[in-house]
């Protein structure tokens, strides 16, 4: 059903009055899912932070991420890298006391990369501005680099190693992952220089074993 209603006239700016029409249509009656049916996300938006290092936070998701800032006033800063509106904001409190290592909360945060290509190229770019990896470990499913931002959280560069999710929730539930859930470390420079040298991907990101008398607890060692 359509409803047409005209407003009166409203007095305009100007040497005329106009007459404003608006069209409001209804549309047939709505239902909500079932309770039964399973509704999922459809996407992870973005993550805020707050922290008393504004301008430092900012600049340095700004320059690992390659965004660009969208908003930002003395209180709040909204930063893009695609086209939705803001994948990370900053909330800034001044005097805020630094997070706690030892306290319960969010372990890290993590970005899939397009390719194994990017993800190094990354690495290096970061790395000529002072930014270094606090860790690189294969977990097998993912090629992994885990780096900490001006206030100690971890954020995580990584790609898929595996072609299809499939393939890797195979890996995730096989006998390989049960052994070791958590990866074996990797030498980025090494991993540059195989790239480089042409070895296959299957190569390039295949999980070797854990070295001689080292468990897999061995590999949370960070920098």
Known sequence: ??????????????PSNARMT???????PRTLPAPTQRITPEKFAHVVLKTANFDAVIGWYAAVLQARVAFRND??????????HHRVAVLNTPGSPAPDPAAAGVHHIAYTYAGLGELLATYRRLKARG???????NHGPTTSMYYRDPDGLRV????????????AHAYLTGPDFAQNPIGVIFDPEQLIRDY?????FDDLVRRPPLPPGKTPMDMRAER
């Not at 059903?1 to 305009?12: A, F, G, R, S």
């Open 1 to 14: 059903m359509v409803l047409t209603m005209l407003l009166k006239t409203l007095p305009m700016a100007g």
């Open 22 to 28: 608006m069209t409001t249509t209804a549309t047939a």
């Open 75 to 84: 209180f709040i800063a909204f930063l893009t890298y695609d086209d939705e």
């Open 131 to 137: 930014i270094e990896p606090a860790r690189c470990i």
């Open 156 to 167: 995580e560069l990584q790609i898929d190693n595996f072609a299809t999710m499939d393939e």
């Open 196 to 200: 480089e040298a042409g070895l296959t």
